[in-house]
């Protein structure tokens, strides 16, 4: 693996470790609010990253790749309401998704089809995330004030459960 891809790795596994922060301290928010299912998918959503963190790792383990770790950022966040913890979501979803397409380019024009291969589940990965971003922001927003249709869509979110990522291109058992 070339340098500056093996690089690029190593920066995408701390933006995920990063994600998982933030997700974790945005869980904390709701559930200093009550909002017990939004907190619930805030921590769900804090496991997915740690997976994404976690399968980029082994990836470039399974290569022989060293990979750099580094500090990561304070995600400490302060919203105003649960519509604009969610904008955060988006907004930084679409930074992922950047940093993602970027580091597939980078695989490209590495010549490693390997590694852009690998990156695809994240590309797509990255579709579903932004998309699950702007169904909940439209639902916050059809609610307005209403508290009973937040409660509705906090139960809603309170469903979600964790289920680890199977990503294509990792030894078994990874
Ligand atoms: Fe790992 Fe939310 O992207």
Redesign the pocket.
Known sequence: MNKKLSETFSAQINK?YF?AFLYLGMSNWFNQKGLRGMANWTYV?YQ??LA?AQNLHHYMQYRNESVTLSQIDDPSGSWQSPLEVFRHVLKH?QY?TESINNLATVALKANDHAAYNFMQWYVS??VE?EANANDIIDRLVLSGDNSNALLMIDDQLGARTFAAPVVPGLPAGA
Do not use: I, K, L, P
């Open positions: 995920e994600s959503q997915e990253e994404h979803e992922v990965e990255q995330e």
